[in-house]
């Protein structure tokens, strides 16, 4: 069974950082892109970085600058460094992985980062 399960989100102070990682299991995702998406109350579902398997890396604007998204392979992981935190990055992340650029097939259960003012 192929799961990718999130951890890392939490409460913190606006400024401040987080890192978010998505474990895999069930198979092995060295060939998949992998991206990380939000979603807040009321707000549809949002990309907000995706990485390729051979490293290359996409942001929306909104987080330029501010998140890092990375990947190790060999532990089947991503992850999301998110610095400088304001509150409208409030939200529930997923991670997701696909066989093809902006094509997710597997979607973690999302973690809840909560970022105060």
């Known amino acids: 069974q192929v799961q990718l399960v999130e951890s890392g989100g939490g409460l913190v102070q606006a400024g401040g950082s987080l890192r978010l990682s998505c474990a895999a299991s069930?198979?092995?995702?060295?060939?998949?892109?992998k991206g990380w998406y939000r979603q807040a109350p009321g707000k549809e579902r949002e990309l907000v970085a995706a990485?390729?398997?051979?490293?290359?890396?996409y942001y929306v604007d909104f987080v330029k600058g501010r998140f890092t998204i990375s990947r190790d392979n060999a532990k089947n992981t991503v992850y999301l460094q998110m610095n400088s935190l304001k509150p409208e990055d409030t939200a529930v992340y997923y991670c997701a992985a696909g066989t093809s650029w902006g094509v997710y097939d597997y979607w973690g259960q999302g973690t809840q980062v909560t970022v105060s003012s």
């Open positions: 990485i390729s398997s051979g490293g290359y890396t």
């Open positions: 069930g198979r092995t995702f060295g060939s998949y892109v």
